[in-house]
C-alpha cells in the first residue's frame, strides 16, 4: 500500500474511535441500565445490600429450607445472623449460584460499603459434574456478562457477540457425562468401579439388593444420586 | 462457529492476518486448515464426510477427464452422484423416508419396521455436496478441465465463508480465484468490511429480534388473536429473509477480506414483481445450480408445454426437498411451481409483461402482491407439520377467543424493521458496498454509526442459529 492508502486508513480508524466514543456515551446514558435490568437483574441483589451491612452471606438455594416438615423455616443466614446480634447481617441468594457467580457479585459492591466479613457457601454438591455443567449455566452466564469489569459498551458487544459460555442442554449433558469419565474414585479401600459412568452401568445391570436377592429400587435411587452427587 | 459470535470476531482478523503475511504457494494449506477447523467447531466427525466428498470428487473428477467420452465417463459420474447423494439422503432423508413407509406398512397392515436412526445433520451437507455435484457434471461435459491439485479442490468444496450456507459457487469460478496471488488491497477490505456490517446488522438486529416472537405465534397460534397471528406470519418473511441475507453478506464480505469474490445470493427479493422474478433474486446461487443442472438437462422450455408445466414442478418439488426432509417443504416447493405456472399463464393471457420502471406505483403494487404470495408459503415452509400450517390458516380467519397474548413486540424492532425495508428499497439491483462507497463521507459514517450501534446495543441476545443451517 502507498503512503497516502495509510493515511487513509488512519483516518478513517480515528473516525471509527470517535464513533466508538459516540456510542459508548449514548449507551451509558440511554440504554444501559435498561439492558441491566432486562439481562443482568442479578445486579439489584448487591443494589439492594445497605451499606452498614458488616456480613454479606452469600448463598444459593441451600439457605432456604425445601421440606415442608421443617418446623424453623428460616434460611440458614438468619440462625448465623442470631450468633452475632450486635452485627448487621444481609443475604445474597441466588439460585444455582456458585462461587464464579459470587465473584462477580463481589466485584459489585460499591466502594463505600463497610462489610467487614463475607460468608461464602460452597456446598460440596456444586462440584459435582452435573452441577459444573448444568444447562443453567447459560443463562447465569449470560446474566453475568453486563457485570464484566470492562465499559458498558465493551460488555453490551461481548453479550450481543455471544462471548460466554453458551452451550445446548445436549452439550452440557455430553460434558458432565465426559466429566464422569474423567473424575475417578479415590476410596481408601478397594472399589470395583473407576468412575460414575462404569457405577452407573453396573447399577444399570444389577441394582442394589435387598436381603432376599431382590433389587431395592429406593436404594438404588438413593446411592446412585449420591454417587453423582459426591463421587470425584 | 457462528458468524455473529466472538470465536469468529477473532478467528477471521487472525486468518486474515496470516493470509497475508505468508507467501502464496502457502495460502491454500492456510484457507484449508481454517476452513476444516471452523467446520470441526461444531462437531469433529462431520469433517470425515467433506474429505470423503472431497476425495470422491477429486477421483472421479480426474478419471473422467482422461476418458475420451460422455459415455466412458458417466460410471465415474454415477459413482460421485451416488456417493454425495447418497450421504445427503442417508443423514437428511433416511428418517423422512422410513417414517413414511413405516406409515404406509402400517396402513396396509403389514408388520414390517423399518428402523429409525438417531443421526444428527451434518451443517452445511446440502451446501457442499450441491457444489461438489456442480463441478463432477461440469467435468462430465467437459466444460471444465479436472483439479490435479488435491489442497485446491479440497478447499473449493471446504473454503469456510461459504461452507455452511453458501452462496453454493461454481469451480470455474471460485478455484482460480485461490490460485491467484491475491495482494492486500485497500478496496476489498473496506468493501468486504462494510459487507459485514451490513450483514451482522441484518442478522443480529433484524432477525434475531423478530425471531422470538415468531417462535411464538408458530409455538402456541391459538394464543394469539388473529392480527397478532397475521404479525408473526408477516414477520417470519422478514426473519428468514433477514437471516439468510446476513449470512450470505457476510460471507461475501469475509471471503472478500481475502481477495475471493464470491457471488451474490439476494437482490431485494421482495421488491420482485412477480414470482419468476423472485427466485432470480432469491437464494441466487441455489436457483441458478436447479436452472443449470435440472431445468435445463430437463429440456427447460425447449419442450411440449406439457412436459414443461413438468419439469417446472419437478423443479420447484426437488427444490422444497432440497431444504428440508418434511412434507411441509415440498408442499411449499409444489405450490411455488404452480404459482409460477398460473403467473405464467395469466401474465400470457392478459398481456401483463409491461415493463415498470423502478419504484413506480404499477412495480410496488406488483412487489406487495409478490410479497403476500411468498408470505402465504412461507407459512407451509415455517410449520412444523402440514396440519399446523393448515391451522394457522384457521386461526388467521377465526374469532378472537376471550383471553389472548398479545404479542409485545419494542418500538425499537419495528424502527430497525423499517430502516431495513428502507435500505432494501434502497439497495435494489445495487450493493450495500458499492452504495456506501459513492456516498459522501458524513452520510458513510452516519450510516456506519447507525449500523454500530444497532449491532452493539440492539443486536438480540438469544442464541438463534442461521436459519439455513439446518438445511
Not at chain 2, 76 to 98: C, D, H, P, Q, R
Request: glycine residues 6%; contains cysteine; charged residues 20%.
Amino acid at each position: 500500500m502507498q503512503n497516502n492508502g495509510w493515511k487513509h486508513i488512519a483516518l478513517r480508524l480515528v473516525s471509527l474511535l470517535l464513533l466508538i466514543l459516540l456510542i459508548n456515551l449514548l449507551y451509558k446514558k440511554f440504554f444501559f441500565e435498561k439492558d441491566l435490568q432486562g439481562y443482568s437483574p442479578i445486579i439489584n441483589l448487591v443494589r439492594d445490600l445497605p451499606l452498614d451491612a458488616d456480613i454479606i452471606y452469600l448463598g444459593e438455594s441451600s439457605n432456604n429450607t425445601a421440606r415442608g416438615d421443617d418446623l424453623d423455616k428460616r434460611q440458614i443466614s438468619d440462625f448465623i445472623g442470631d450468633y452475632y446480634p450486635e452485627l448487621v447481617l444481609y443475604d445474597l441468594t441466588k439460585p444455582a449460584a456458585h462461587a464464579g457467580v459470587f465473584k462477580v457479585l463481589l466485584r459489585q459492591m460499591p466502594e463505600e460499603s463497610e462489610v467487614e466479613t463475607v460468608i461464602v457457601t460452597l456446598t460440596l454438591r456444586s462440584f459435582n459434574a452435573q452441577w459444573i455443567h448444568s444447562p443453567l449455566e447459560t443463562s447465569l452466564q449470560k446474566e453475568l456478562v453486563l457485570l464484566r469489569p470492562n465499559p458498558p459498551l465493551v460488555n453490551r458487544f461481548l453479550l450481543s457477540f455471544k462471548a460466554y459460555d453458551i452451550k445446548t442442554r445436549e452439550e452440557r449433558t455430553k460434558d458432565f457425562q465426559a466429566q464422569w469419565v474423567r473424575d475417578k474414585f479415590h476410596f481408601p479401600y478397594e472399589f470395583p468401579h473407576d468412575h460414575v459412568r462404569e457405577w452407573d452401568r453396573w447399577m444399570s445391570h444389577t441394582g442394589i439388593r435387598n436381603d432376599s436377592g431382590e433389587v431395592d429400587r429406593e436404594q438404588t435411587i438413593l446411592a446412585c444420586h449420591y454417587i453423582k452427587a459426591y463421587g470425584f | 462457529m457462528l458468524f455473529n459470535t466472538i470465536d469468529f470476531a477473532i478467528f477471521l482478523p487472525v486468518v486474515v492476518l496470516i493470509y497475508y503475511l505468508i507467501p502464496h504457494k502457502y495460502r491454500w494449506i492456510l484457507l484449508l486448515a481454517a476452513s476444516y477447523f471452523f467446520y470441526m467447531s461444531w462437531k469433529v466427525e462431520y469433517i470425515l464426510l467433506i474429505v470423503a466428498s472431497t476425495l470422491v470428487d477429486y477421483v472421479s473428477g480426474i478419471r473422467m477427464e482422461r476418458l475420451p467420452d460422455r459415455r466412458s465417463r458417466l460410471p465415474w459420474l454415477v459413482l460421485s452422484l451416488s456417493i454425495n447423494l447418497g450421504l445427503l439422503f442417508f443423514f437428511k432423508y433416511y428418517n423422512f423416508a422410513t417414517e413414511n413407509l413405516n406409515l404406509l406398512f402400517q396402513k396396509a397392515g403389514l408388520p414390517t419396521e423399518v428402523p429409525v436412526m438417531k443421526v444428527l445433520l451434518p451443517v452445511g451437507i446440502s451446501f457442499y455436496t450441491f457444489q461438489t455435484l456442480s463441478y463432477a457434471i461440469e467435468v462430465y461435459f467437459g466444460n471444465q478441465k479436472a483439479e490435479k491439485h488435491l489442497g485446491y479442490f479440497a478447499l473449493y468444496v471446504s473454503f469456510f465463508p461459504q461452507l455452511v450456507a453458501g452462496p453454493i459457487e461454481r469451480y470455474s469460478r471460485l478455484a482460480p480465484q485461490f490460485r491467484k496471488a491475491q495482494v492486500l488491497n485497500y478496496d476489498n477490505l473496506s468493501r468486504g468490511l462494510r459487507l459485514i456490517l451490513y450483514g451482522l446488522f441484518i442478522k443480529m438486529v433484524i432477525a434475531d429480534n423478530i425471531s422470538g416472537f415468531v417462535d411464538q405465534v408458530y409455538a402456541t397460534p391459538g394464543h394469539f388473536a388473529s392480527l397478532d397471528i397475521l404479525k408473526g406470519i408477516c414477520l417470519y418473511s422478514f426473519q428468514i429473509y433477514s437471516d439468510f441475507y446476513g449470512y450470505s453478506t457476510i460471507a461475501i464480505g469475509s471471503a472478500l477480506l481475502l481477495g475471493i469474490r464470491i457471488m451474490d445470493n439476494f437482490k431485494s427479493p421482495y421488491l420482485a414483481k412477480n414470482i419468476s422474478e423472485f427466485w432470480q433474486r432469491w437464494h441466487i446461487s441455489l436457483s441458478t445450480w436447479f436452472r443449470d443442472y435440472l431445468y435445463f438437462p430437463l429440456g427447460g422450455n425447449r419442450v411440449s408445454k406439457r412436459r414443461w408445466l413438468m419439469n417446472i414442478l419437478l423443479v420447484f418439488l426437488i427444490s422444497g426437498l432440497w431444504h428440508g426432509a418434511n412434507w411441509t417443504f415440498l408442499i411449499w416447493g409444489f405450490l411455488f411451481g404452480l404459482l409460477y405456472i398460473l403467473e405464467r399463464i395469466v401474465n400470457g393471457a392478459l398481456n401483463l409483461q409491461k415493463e415498470h420502471s423502478a419504484y413506480s406505483a404499477g412495480h410496488l403494487l406488483l412487489a406487495l402482491k409478490t410479497f403476500l404470495l411468498v408470505t402465504i408459503l412461507w407459512i407451509f415452509f415455517r410449520s412444523q407439520s402440514f396440519e399446523d400450517a393448515m391451522n394457522m390458516f384457521q386461526l388467521l380467519f377465526r374469532n378472537s377467543p376471550a383471553e389472548v397474548q398479545s404479542l409485545l413486540i419494542p418500538v425499537s424492532t419495528w424502527i430497525f424493521l423499517l430502516v431495513f425495508i428502507i435500505s432494501d428499497l434502497i439497495l435494489y439491483n445495487r450493493r450495500f458496498d458499492t452504495w456506501i462507497a459513492g456516498m459522501p463521507y458524513p452520510v458513510r459514517w452516519g450510516v456506519y454509526g447507525i449500523l454500530l450501534l444497532g449491532i452493539i446495543v440492539f443486536a438480540g441476545v438469544e442464541n438463534f442459529p442461521f436459519i439455513y443451517f439446518q438445511f
